[in-house]
């Protein structure tokens, strides 16, 4: 298989991680004799430094070219001071857009080797595995928006607007990640205040029809937000806006013990966009201690999702688990008698695990 893929490493430990990831689809390419070509390109404030835009034109051209995208993050207090519009954030909406992309997937997963670290009680937690699919090109991120002083007073709005085919092509989505799981969905609105709630809410009604496997129920975000606290293992897959997916899919990654440990992947009509969900974390810089765990299952769903390399991916996390079953932790997942180490040595540890897992394939129940 030959396939290229567009680094985007951004800014803060955004090179770092997309280094751990880079190193585990490299690791993959040579065992299993794919060619990944790798081409590098600035985002976010490294692109306002090089080319005074957050998103130069060469950059979104090469994603759009590519078959898959790996964004490691953007933002710190060096543009803090930019205006809406010209900060490094505004990178990635324009990005988004740019590349079609209008559906989010953030997996929650409860990692056995650290249940211990989540905030919840193991019977609480359960076997957390759940889903969160999040409209990504609408809404209130882009509806119309406005500022103005009538009177000696200021007054601003942001405006929730969707229509039904935006509403039907991230439905659509959702439906078939649930046809391929436990087959439950539950869409998340606000149906009872808002008017483009009651559209959603009627959309994805109609559209079961077409999915008659799959269970289908409604739940108001306020509803949705309590329940991912009290039993989040109800779940399986979350339809959402892009509001409100924007603030569950956040809370839900908490339930886990560390943002540190959470992929997602974003999907459109180009190449798909895969990237850790935590930030840029300037304090982190140069410290050694950024946490490459989430990075490294967005590699992995890039295996999986974009490239269709299963395999592949199992050979990757199957290592991983066993690398924290060892008790190996970066400094914000370490737990007692954990063994704490810094991101490089962490990303070392699990080449020499991946290789294990090759040599004793069959005593890992892998590949065979």
């Not at 993050?73 to 990005?95: C, H, I, M, T």
């Not at 109800?234 to 990654?253: K, P, R, Y």
């Not at 290592?319 to 180490?341: K, N």
């Amino acid at each position: 298989m030959k396939k290229t893929i567009v680094l985007l490493p951004g800014d803060g430990i955004g090179p770092e991680v997309t280094r751990a990831a880079a190193t585990v689809l490299r690791e993959c390419g040579q065992e299993f004799d794919h060619q990944f070509e790798f081409v590098e390109m600035p985002v976010g404030g490294a692109a306002i430094d090089a080319a005074g835009t957050p998103l130069p034109s060469e950059t979104l051209e090469a994603c759009r070219k590519s078959d898959a995208v790996f964004l490691g993050a953007v933002g710190g207090p060096k543009w803090d001071g930019f205006p809406v519009g010209k900060r490094p954030e505004s990178g990635l909406l324009d990005l988004r857009k740019g590349m079609g992309l209008y559906v989010n997937v953030r997996p929650v997963k409860v990692l056995d080797p650290l249940r211990g670290i989540s905030p919840l009680k193991s019977e609480r937690l359960g076997d957390l595995d759940l889903e969160i699919v999040r409209e990504l090109a609408g809404g209130m991120y882009f509806g119309e928006r406005g500022n103005v002083r009538e009177n000696g007073t200021e007054r601003a709005w942001d405006t929730e607007s969707y229509s039904a085919p935006e509403i039907e092509r991230v439905t659509t989505f959702a439906f078939e990640r649930a046809e391929n799981r436990s087959r439950r969905l539950c869409s998340v609105d606000k149906a009872n205040v808002l008017t483009s709630s009651q559209l959603w809410r009627r959309t994805v009604t109609a559209m079961n029809a077409g999915y008659p496997t799959v269970k289908l129920e409604h739940m108001y975000v306020d509803n949705a937000a309590m329940q991912l606290t009290l039993r989040p293992a109800q779940f399986d897959v979350m339809l959402s806006t892009n509001m409100f997916g924007d603030i569950l899919s956040d809370a839900a990654a908490a339930l886990v013990g560390s943002i540190g440990l959470i992929p997602s992947g974003s999907f459109g009509s180009t190449a798909p966009l895969f990237e850790p969900i935590h930030g840029s974390a300037p304090s982190l810089v140069g410290t050694d201690s950024a946490n490459p765990v989430a990075s490294i299952l967005s590699a992995t769903m890039m295996l999986r999702d974009a490239f269709g390399l299963s395999l592949e991916a199992d050979w990757v996390e199957q290592s991983l688990l066993r690398v924290l079953g060892g008790g190996y932790r970066t400094p914000d997942i370490i737990e007692p008698g954990a063994h704490a180490v810094g991101g490089a040595a962490f990303m070392e540890i699990l080449r020499e695990e991946m290789q294990r897992t090759l040599e004793h394939a069959e005593r890992y129940g892998w590949g065979v």
